[in-house]
């Protein structure tokens, strides 16, 4: 069984994270998620979730974050974790 939340291997960073945020975290309407929007500012997650988040970084991409690292440039929004996954990954 297939539906628009199912990743592949081959998916990109963005991909991966917007699934696991829309799979793991109360998102009411997965297709009005912004990928700029504040997931703190919005409800989405709290400081629990951001933790979460950082497991999921962690498992799904094999890298490890530094406490300093652990800011909301890096992870307050689906693009902002994108882009930190990419820069830690050199791509």
Avoid at 12 to 18: A, D, I, L
Wanted: a negative charge; aromatic letters at 6%.
């Amino acid at each position: 069984m297939s539906s628009q939340l199912d990743v592949s291997a081959e998916a990109t960073p963005k991909e991966k994270v917007r699934s696991f945020i829309v799979r793991n975290f109360y998102v009411a309407d997965a297709s009005a998620l912004v990928d700029s929007a504040s997931l703190l500012d919005g409800g989405i997650v709290d400081s629990t979730g951001v933790l979460e988040i950082i497991m999921f970084i962690e498992e799904e991409f094999k890298l490890k974050v530094a406490d300093a690292e652990m800011v909301p440039a890096n992870l307050d929004s689906v693009e902002n974790i994108a882009a930190y996954v990419r820069r830690k990954l050199g791509q």
